[in-house]
Structures are given as C-alpha cells and as structure tokens.
C-alpha cells in the first residue's frame, strides 16, 4: 500500500508524502471499528459453539442474526462519521496543508465507504472456527485482504492514478461481504437440512 501511494503521490497533486500519511491514520482508524466486530465474533463463539455441538441449530440462527444486526448498526454509525466528520478525525491525529486536508477526506469518504456492513466479515470467521470449520473461518479471514484488496491496488492504479487506492477499498469490501454472505447463506442451508434429518 505505502509503495504504490509512494509511486502513484508522487505524480499526482498531493506529492508522495500526504497520501502515505493519510493511508496511516486511517488504516488506524478502520482498525478501532474492526475491532467492535472482532469482539461481537468473540463474545458469540461460545454460544455458537454450544448451541451447534448440541445441534439446536435454531439458536446458532439467531444468535447469527443478532449478532450480525449489532455489527451493521455499529457500520452504520461509523460510516456516518466518517462520510460526516473525516477533517475532525484526522485532526485529531494533527494539523496539515488544505491539500492534506482535502486529500484525507476525499479517502476517507471513498476507501470507507463500504464501511455499513465490514463487520459481517470479521464476525462471519469466528463464526465458522466456532462451530468446527476453521478451513472456512480462515477463507472468510483472507477474503478482503489478500483475494481482493491486494491485487485491486495492484491493478486499479494503473488506469485510474491513486484514485485506484481509493476505489480498491470499497470494491475489496463488497465483493467480501458478498463472499462472506454466500458463505453463510448455504451453513444456514446446511443446518436446516440437519434440523430436518433430526425430527424425522
């Protein structure tokens, strides 16, 4: 990230410097959000660990959706605050040029702007290390990171300039939840099935 905002600053208005600083306090950022769906994941995992061993796949459901639920609101809420107040954010992290300014808040706005639903992807992993599938946990972890957000840095900047960066956060982030999402959709189809073997 820092090499291709390096190479890609450097060429456009804002210098090499200003992005690289900018990418910094708002990775930190993100990583306090992150942070609230890691926790809804870890404080559901003993519930969802009991309750699918005990095969009452009806509470591992619910506690999915609800826990699901809280990580939407918490997106939402940050999403408003960055699309809202990015400058009173990254003032917090110190004063800079307009261009720096102007920079950081056109990132903020555009990188986080999937932010509503990134919590899905954290909580969906400890999710599936929970009930036993570590293997689906661990390819729900990298989705976003390394089969989307890498290779979309790599490649998006070439046409569109360091706007590529910007844009390479929130495609990352959707096609991530739409994985994640498909991902969910058929366990839960899998349990159904499993809860209809069991009452016949």
């Known amino acids: 990230m820092n090499h291709i905002l390096r190479k890609y600053g450097a ?3 804002y210098g090499a410097d200003i992005p690289i600083a900018c990418a910094g306090i708002i990775s ?5 959000f992150m942070s609230i769906g890691i926790g809804i994941s870890q404080g559901c995992q003993p519930i ?18 609800k826990a699901a639920l809280a990580a939407i ?5 940050f999403f408003a605050c960055f699309q809202i107040f990015p400058r009173q954010i990254i003032s917090l992290f110190g004063g800079g040029s307009e261009a720096y300014f102007r920079f950081a808040e056109r990132y903020f706005r555009i990188f ?8 899905i992807q954290p909580m969906s992993s400890g999710f599936f290390t929970s009930i036993g599938k570590a293997k689906l946990g661990m390819i729900v972890s990298l989705t976003r990171q390394i089969m989307f957000l890498l290779p979309l840095i790599l490649i998006l900047p070439v046409f569109m ?16 939840a739409i994985i994640t999402i498909w991902v969910v959709y058929l366990q839960f189809k899998d349990m159904r099935q ?7």
């Open 194 to 200: 499993k809860e209809a073997a069991l009452y016949q």
């Open 28 to 32: 930190k950022v993100n990583m306090i």
């Open 11 to 13: 060429v456009s208005d």
């Open 112 to 119: 986080m702007f999937m932010t509503f639903i990134n919590g």
């Open 161 to 176: 300039g360091i706007d590529g960066v910007m844009y390479a956060g929130p495609i990352a982030d959707l096609a991530a």
């Open 48 to 65: 969802f660990g009991f309750n699918y061993g005990a095969e009452k796949f009806g509470r591992v459901r619910e506690t999915y959706k």
């Open 73 to 77: 609101i918490a997106g939402i809420v």
